[in-house]
């Protein structure tokens, strides 16, 4: 692989030469360039071969072999095959093994290719090659090597069996079969090695695919591929040193000594300088980029210099590169969409292409031996990784499940085995066998993990976590989750609103979440043990200080604790479910993902990913939900800072689950002597002798403390007679310039005489229909609003 880099025609200024070809069927021929009668060249065609210019076909070839894998996945996703798969599946067809055999797809898209001498294979290889070397440096820049120190011992467990075990039953293998191979010993030990072996990126692109990585099991499953990975390349170093000559050996031994100690103690410390030169919140320079793109293909260029591949300066610089923003992910945001979303899919595809399968099946009972290894080695490696699992007590499915991620396949093995190809250390056979092992190995295992492992079943609530059936004078534990600093102050206020005292007081949870950005695993710190991860990096600063200054000026009332999630957007629910869950809150509070401006209530910023977050957790909470819609400081508010007036808080009640959640948050909050507060029943006109649902007598139940007057003055009960929905929107758009803060319930899919005709209006169905109306961009209020969801149970 190194010597097809070296040789590409891309290191000789070529790429824009034109070349005569002829094709024939077993060789390739270059023709002189046709003159005419002034002795000029003719361009074009010429009869008995093809004028090729290289830069087109390289250009073609890229789009035709991009175009056919995307059509691929979008037809074999919906069998739940991920793109890896049927990348590969794409190469098989376009390949020696079925239409690349034909002469016109030879003459047109693929002249020659496969032959050592084609120029224009060597230009794609070139070109895909180096995808695959910036995708093993991404790699290793979304790998944080600090979090090795982290793992628990039943990562370090698992990872270690994962790797030792095969290695061990593979090696008793080899050693009882020894006379049966004793010809091909280098090829077939090559290959029950690398069976043996289980890669960080390829583990963390499976979890991604199927989108568990932020779960405990993918959080376990990256510690210990984390772990077998070390030890693996550990294991890889020391065998190709104890193959080389003495001499040699020692060489080599010091001339990557050396490299890696210029990347630890001068491209490193370069790296953070630049993180020190970069202001907080500010994007990285552009010349600190180029400087490590720079460095990139010195560092590639240096350990093909001392006898490495290529791919190995790539990783080492890949792996000191400090993750997470500011470098790290603006590394990952420029350079991932095209070498990783582009040439890595054709490096995957044109190395299938490249394997001729007629061998392989045309020799299949020559592969017998290497049949058997390859499954005693799996079976040996799922047994490995399955019982630490089962030991420390971990479901069985998810043991199983827990297995089968580890012992999985992917581009990492590929690549490897490609390189052993060109290197004519494997045959085409055993090439060819190698390629069906990890394509089945990556379309099995994610259909088996899907099956097995159901992430969303463990949020299910199996015990009343709502505050309707809080005992009034214990402890409210409230999940408050914090995306930016500007949601800081509405929550503490909203607390505050609930009256902690030390007969009822507040346990805040806060979770400040973070998009992860330029790293492949997940982030969770408790500030409640350490401030600081591994590599230093310091979260949630200002989250820390502003809460923890809230509890000091309650400390009877008001107990806080802190975390910062660094994870994926889509999988941000999954830390706030796990969260609550641990934590046994009984309300989880999410912030609107519209932005109010203080001064004129205008929009400032909308996100998207918000929202979708919010619906997420909606959806899977073990807990009650509220979604505060903070519009800025209210006129009443302003009003009640300056003179003492009370607080003035609305709960709009037309009955069900969401509505008597409300209506409880809002009776916590009525003990407040300061506070005023008005339940205003939207209801209908009852007949007298009807049939009451049991729903309709809880209600009565849970309004007759407010009808009653129960709380004293400052608290105060309304009945209006609502007879459609319009109605009850001109009444709610009234009273909404009253309040400081408003009280609803989601009441999602229940439709009523109160609100008959507005459902076709909602905008946002996660908000509810007076949640919608209240959030309404047309509304002109300062008001602060919390739709309400009760806890869903099955």
Same mark, same amino acid.
Not at 139 to 157: C, E, H, L, N, P
Not at 188 to 210: E, K, Y
Not at 346 to 356: G, L, N
Not at 457 to 468: A, D, H, I, L
């Given at each position: 692989?190194?010597?097809?880099?070296?040789?590409?025609?891309?290191?000789?200024?070529?790429?824009?030469?034109?070349?005569?070809?002829?094709?024939?069927?077993?060789?390739?021929?270059?023709?002189?360039?046709?003159?005419?009668?002034?002795?000029?060249?003719?361009?074009?065609?010429?009869?008995?071969?093809?004028?090729?210019?290289?830069?087109? /076909?390289?250009?073609? /070839?890229?789009?035709?072999?991009?175009?056919?894998?995307?059509?691929?996945?979008?037809?074999?996703?919906?069998?739940?095959?991920?793109?890896?798969?049927?990348?590969?599946?794409?190469?098989?067809?376009?390949?020696?093994?079925?239409?690349?055999?034909?002469?016109?797809?030879?003459?047109?898209?693929?002249?020659?290719?496969?032959?050592?001498?084609?120029?224009?294979?060597?230009?794609?290889?070139?070109?895909?090659?180096?995808?695959?070397?910036?995708?093993?440096?991404?790699?290793?820049?979304?790998?944080?090597?600090?979090?090795?120190?982290?793992?628990?011992?039943?990562?370090?467990?698992?990872?270690?069996?994962?790797?030792?075990?095969?290695?061990?039953?593979?090696?008793?293998?080899?050693?009882?079969?020894?006379?049966?191979?004793?010809?091909?010993?280098?090829?077939?030990?090559?290959?029950?090695?690398?069976?043996?072996?289980?890669?960080?990126?390829?583990?963390?692109?499976?979890?991604?695919?199927?989108?568990? /990585?932020?779960?405990?099991?993918?959080?376990?499953?990256?510690? @210990?591929?984390?772990?077998?990975?070390?030890?693996?390349?550990?294991?890889?170093?020391?065998?190709?040193?104890?193959?080389?000559?003495?001499?040699?050996?020692?060489?080599?031994?010091?001339?990557?000594?050396?490299?890696?100690?210029?990347?630890?103690?001068?491209?490193?410390?370069?790296?953070?300088?630049?993180?020190?030169?970069?202001?907080?919140?500010?994007?990285?320079?552009?010349?600190?980029?180029?400087?490590?793109?720079?460095?990139?293909?010195?560092?590639?260029?240096?350990?093909?210099?001392?006898? /490495?591949?290529?791919?190995?300066?790539?990783?080492?610089?890949?792996?000191?590169?400090?993750?997470?923003p500011p470098l790290g992910s603006a590394l990952v945001n420029k350079l991932d969409c095209f070498f990783v979303g582009l040439l890595?899919?054709?490096?995957?595809?044109?190395?299938?292409?490249?394997?001729?399968?007629?061998?392989?099946?045309?020799?299949?009972?020559?592969?017998?031996?290497?049949?058997?290894?390859?499954?005693?080695?799996?079976?040996?490696?799922?047994?490995?990784?399955?019982?630490?699992?089962?030991?420390?007590?971990?479901?069985?499915?998810?043991?199983?499940?827990?297995?089968?991620?580890?012992?999985?396949?992917?581009?990492?093995?590929?690549?490897?085995?490609?390189?052993?190809?060109?290197?004519?250390?494997?045959?085409?056979?055993?090439?060819?066998?190698?390629?069906?092992?990890?394509?089945?190995?990556?379309?099995?295992?994610?259909?088996?993990?899907?099956?097995?492992?159901?992430?969303?079943?463990?949020?299910?609530?199996?015990?009343?976590?709502?505050?309707?059936?809080?005992?009034?004078?214990?402890?409210?534990?409230?999940?408050?989750?914090?995306?930016?600093?500007?949601?800081?102050?509405?929550?503490?206020?909203?607390?505050?609103?609930?009256?902690?005292?030390?007969?009822?007081?507040?346990?805040?949870?806060?979770?400040?979440?973070?998009?992860?950005?330029?790293?492949?695993?997940?982030?969770?710190?408790?500030?409640?043990?350490?401030?600081?991860?591994?590599?230093?990096?310091?979260?949630?600063?200002?989250?820390?200080?502003?809460?923890?200054?809230?509890?000091?000026?309650?400390?009877?009332?008001?107990?806080?604790?802190?975390?910062?999630?660094?994870?994926?957007?889509?999988?941000?629910?999954?830390?706030?479910?796990?969260?609550?869950?641990?934590?046994?809150?009984?309300?989880?509070?999410?912030?609107?993902?519209?932005?109010?401006?203080?001064?004129?209530?205008?929009?400032? @910023?909308?996100?998207?990913?918000?929202?979708?977050?919010?619906?997420?957790?909606?959806?899977?909470?073990?807990?009650?939900?509220?979604?505060?819609?903070?519009?800025?400081?209210?006129?009443?508010?302003?009003?009640?800072?300056?003179?003492?007036?009370?607080?003035?808080?609305?709960?709009?009640?037309?009955?069900?689950?969401?509505?008597?959640?409300?209506?409880?948050?809002?009776?916590?909050?009525?003990?407040?002597?300061?506070?005023?507060?008005?339940?205003?029943?939207?209801?209908?006109?009852?007949?007298?002798?009807?049939?009451?649902?049991?729903?309709?007598?809880?209600?009565?139940?849970?309004?007759?403390?407010?009808?009653?007057?129960?709380?004293?003055?400052?608290?105060?009960?309304?009945?209006?007679?609502?007879?459609?929905?319009?109605?009850?929107?001109?009444?709610?758009?009234?009273?909404?310039?009253?309040?400081?803060?408003?009280?609803?319930?989601?009441?999602?899919?229940?439709?009523?005489?109160?609100?008959?005709?507005?459902?076709?209006?909602?905008?946002?169905?996660?908000?509810?229909?007076?949640?919608?109306?209240?959030?309404?961009?047309?509304?002109d209020i300062l008001s602060s609003v919390l739709v309400v969801q009760q806890q869903k149970r099955l």
């Amino acid at each position: 692989m190194d010597s097809t880099l070296a040789n590409s025609p891309l290191m000789n200024s070529t790429l824009m030469k034109p070349t005569l070809v002829k094709s024939t069927k077993d060789h390739c021929i270059t023709l002189p360039p046709k003159i005419n009668s002034q002795g000029m060249q003719v361009k074009g065609y010429e009869e008995g071969g093809v004028l090729r210019y290289e830069m087109p /076909q390289l250009e073609l /070839q890229v789009v035709f072999i991009f175009a056919v894998t995307q059509v691929f996945h979008f037809v074999l996703k919906r069998v739940g095959l991920p793109s890896f798969a049927t990348q590969i599946l794409a190469g098989i067809v376009l390949g020696t093994s079925m239409i690349g055999q034909t002469d016109e797809m030879r003459k047109f898209l693929f002249p020659n290719f496969g032959l050592d001498d084609s120029q224009a294979q060597d230009i794609l290889d070139a070109v895909e090659l180096f995808g695959y070397t910036v995708f093993l440096f991404l790699s290793g820049v979304k790998t944080d090597m600090g979090m090795v120190s982290k793992i628990g011992k039943q990562s370090w467990a698992t990872g270690i069996a994962a790797v030792v075990a095969p290695l061990v039953v593979g090696g008793v293998a080899l050693l009882a079969l020894v006379d049966l191979y004793s010809h091909d010993a280098n090829e077939i030990v090559a290959l029950t090695a690398m069976q043996s072996i289980t890669v960080f990126p390829v583990i963390s692109c499976l979890l991604n695919d199927l989108k568990i /990585q932020n779960s405990e099991l993918g959080r376990l499953a990256l510690s @210990s591929s984390l772990v077998s990975n070390v030890l693996g390349i550990l294991l890889v170093f020391l065998t190709s040193f104890m193959k080389m000559k003495k001499e040699d050996a020692l060489k080599n031994v010091a001339m990557t000594a050396c490299f890696l100690f210029v990347i630890i103690f001068v491209a490193r410390p370069a790296m953070l300088w630049m993180i020190r030169k970069t202001p907080e919140g500010r994007p990285v320079k552009e010349s600190y980029l180029r400087a490590v793109l720079a460095a990139l293909l010195l560092s590639s260029f240096a350990s093909n210099y001392f006898g /490495q591949s290529v791919l190995f300066g790539a990783i080492c610089l890949g792996l000191v590169v400090p993750d997470g923003p500011p470098l790290g992910s603006a590394l990952v945001n420029k350079l991932d969409c095209f070498f990783v979303g582009l040439l890595l899919p054709i490096f995957v595809t044109v190395t299938a292409v490249k394997v001729d399968l007629n061998v392989m099946v045309k020799s299949i009972d020559k592969l017998k031996i290497e049949l058997f290894l390859i499954s005693i080695v799996f079976v040996s490696k799922f047994v490995a990784c399955l019982v630490p699992s089962l030991l420390c007590q971990t479901p069985i499915k998810d043991s199983v499940a827990l297995a089968l991620i580890l012992c999985c396949k992917g581009v990492v093995e590929l690549g490897l085995y490609r390189y052993l190809h060109e290197t004519d250390a494997f045959s085409e056979r055993r090439m060819g066998l190698a390629l069906m092992a990890v394509l089945a190995s990556a379309s099995l295992m994610p259909i088996l993990v899907k099956l097995l492992f159901n992430n969303s079943r463990k949020y299910v609530g199996y015990q009343k976590r709502n505050v309707v059936h809080l005992k009034p004078d214990s402890e409210l534990p409230i999940l408050a989750c914090i995306h930016r600093a500007d949601q800081i102050n509405p929550v503490i206020d909203l607390v505050d609103a609930f009256y902690p005292t030390p007969e009822g007081p507040v346990g805040v949870y806060v979770l400040h979440l973070i998009k992860l950005v330029g790293r492949a695993m997940p982030v969770f710190v408790s500030h409640q043990l350490q401030n600081k991860v591994a590599d230093g990096t310091s979260y949630s600063d200002h989250v820390i200080l502003a809460f923890a200054h809230y509890a000091r000026s309650n400390p009877r009332a008001v107990r806080a604790s802190i975390f910062t999630a660094v994870s994926p957007p889509k999988l941000m629910y999954e830390d706030i479910c796990h969260t609550a869950q641990d934590n046994h809150t009984v309300l989880i509070l999410l912030p609107f993902h519209k932005r109010w401006s203080s001064i004129d209530g205008s929009i400032v @910023s909308e996100d998207s990913h918000i929202r979708s977050l919010n619906c997420s957790v909606l959806q899977w909470a073990p807990c009650s939900v509220g979604i505060l819609i903070d519009r800025g400081l209210s006129p009443n508010a302003a009003a009640s800072t300056a003179s003492d007036e009370p607080f003035r808080v609305a709960v709009l009640f037309l009955g069900g689950n969401d509505d008597r959640e409300a209506l409880a948050l809002g009776r916590r909050m009525a003990r407040d002597p300061q506070l005023y507060l008005m339940v205003v029943h939207l209801g209908v006109d009852e007949e007298e002798g009807g049939v009451i649902s049991w729903d309709k007598m809880i209600d009565r139940e849970a309004l007759k403390v407010f009808q009653e007057g129960f709380f004293g003055k400052n608290v105060e009960y309304r009945k209006e007679i609502m007879e459609d929905g319009p109605k009850t929107a001109r009444l709610v758009r009234s009273m909404a310039h009253q309040f400081d803060l408003i009280i609803v319930g989601r009441r999602h899919g229940i439709e009523s005489i109160q609100t008959a005709g507005l459902s076709a209006w909602t905008e946002l169905p996660e908000l509810g229909i007076l949640g919608d109306l209240l959030a309404s961009s047309d509304l002109d209020i300062l008001s602060s609003v919390l739709v309400v969801q009760q806890q869903k149970r099955l």
